[in-house]
């Protein structure tokens, strides 16, 4: 099969690779027809991630067709069309049976907090992603979902990962009705965390950013009121001004780790295989609610160098929740909105990619170019 390759920083490549086999009696091996590349790919591609060796697939975001299944799958058949979230998880664990995906206890070796993701380093299971025509799905019983009949591919994708995160990162907020939410970074999770955020209640939603395309997308997909940070000189103070000088009553970092990285970022990286990470959106968002808010973090981040406030949220007696999005347990709610139209995830994509040219794919979302939101991957075998 054909497969996206990563062969050092800022290298990828599509390469013939083994068509995944049944490993576990428990595998399916679904073949791809939608992946995208996801903001916290950008880490990958980097270098700035940990453990993330050459000849890995990334990919954590995809649907497909299943193509076959281990002796003990019940719940699926080939042919099915099937949606998997970016988790991979046993569903039997201490953690699974709360409802904690993303922190699953049986599927990473390597990491004491987060479960397994696919296509994303060692650190998380060393898994390989969806960004190639075949992928084997673990635990396929507990994982995979169909998508309903009325559910179209572009819009099943988005929510294997960015919409349900966002959606996530507004479940955090604990937003009550007329809260004053502001959400940092206007990428495909802060956007949905925004959109989110009006159906949970909130009465005001305000988007801050950098890139005046995306706040315009900010403003047309999530209908927030926007801020570019680079136009004002603190754009905390800026915040206190336009909230009566008390701040939001919930602040969504969806930022974390920002993907570019600073100067230190990349040498720790490359020297010392750590992602350190900035914490200057999540400060930000401590210093911009208000006293007795909530801070929302769904940013992903690695270990931190950098001083976050946490005294100051400890005097403002702050509220801080965070996570990885157990994406399975947000479907319900989110096929209703989909279905009655609140939400339209395929609105946030913005380039339709194939495979075979993964690298340009990387290069223009990396770079910012051509006013790119959310690009989706078409494989061969689509």
């Known amino acids: 099969m054909q497969a996206m390759v990563y062969r050092g920083p800022y290298r990828v490549r599509v390469e013939e690779k083994d068509r995944p086999a049944i490993e576990h009696p428990n595998d399916a091996i679904v073949r791809v027809t939608r992946a995208a590349i996801c903001g916290s790919d950008l880490h990958l591609y980097h270098g700035m991630m940990p453990d993330t060796r050459v000849g890995t697939t990334f990919g954590h975001e995809f649907v497909g067709v ?27 664990c201490f953690f699974c049976a709360r409802g904690m995906y993303a922190n699953c206890h049986n599927v990473n070796p390597n990491a004491t907090a987060v479960g397994g993701i696919y296509g994303y380093s060692h650190t998380a299971g060393g898994y390989d992603g969806g960004q190639a025509e075949y992928v084997r799905v673990p635990f396929a019983d507990v994982g995979p979902s169909l998508i309903p009949d009325w559910m179209d591919d572009d819009d099943a994708v988005l929510l294997t990962d960015a919409v349900a995160t966002g959606y996530f990162g507004a479940q955090l907020g604990d937003i009550a009705e007329g809260d004053v939410v502001v959400v940092f970074g206007a990428g495909p999770v802060g956007l949905s965390a925004a959109k989110s955020a009006w159906l949970m209640g909130a009465g005001r939603v305000i988007v801050i950013d950098h890139l005046d395309y995306r706040l315009a997308k900010a403003r047309t997909f999530a209908h927030a009121e926007t801020y570019n940070f680079t136009e004002y000189d603190d754009i905390v103070v800026q915040m206190k001004k336009a909230t009566d000088h008390l701040g939001a009553d ?22 010392l295989k750590l992602q350190g990470g900035s914490p200057i959106a999540l400060n930000w968002a401590i210093d911009s609610v208000r006293k007795g808010g909530t801070v929302s973090v769904m940013g992903a981040y690695g270990p931190m160098f950098s001083a976050v406030k946490f005294g100051d949220a400890v005097n403002k007696g702050l509220t801080l929740r965070m996570n990885q999005c157990p994406v399975k347990r947000q479907w319900p709610r989110l096929f209703e909105h989909v279905r009655n139209g609140y939400l339209k995830p395929s609105e946030l994509v913005t380039h339709r990619i194939p495979l075979e040219h993964i690298a340009e794919g990387y290069h223009i979302f990396s770079a910012k170019l051509d006013e790119c939101v959310k690009p989706l991957i078409i494989p061969n075998a689509a």
């Open 66 to 92: 299943v193509d076959d299944v281990g002796p003990s799958v019940r719940r699926l058949n080939p042919g099915d069309r099937v949606m998997v979230p970016f988790n991979i998880f046993c569903g039997t």
């Open 250 to 271: 919930v602040a969504i970092d969806a930022v974390g780790a920002e993907a570019d990285g600073n100067l230190l970022q990349h040498v720790t990286s490359a020297k």
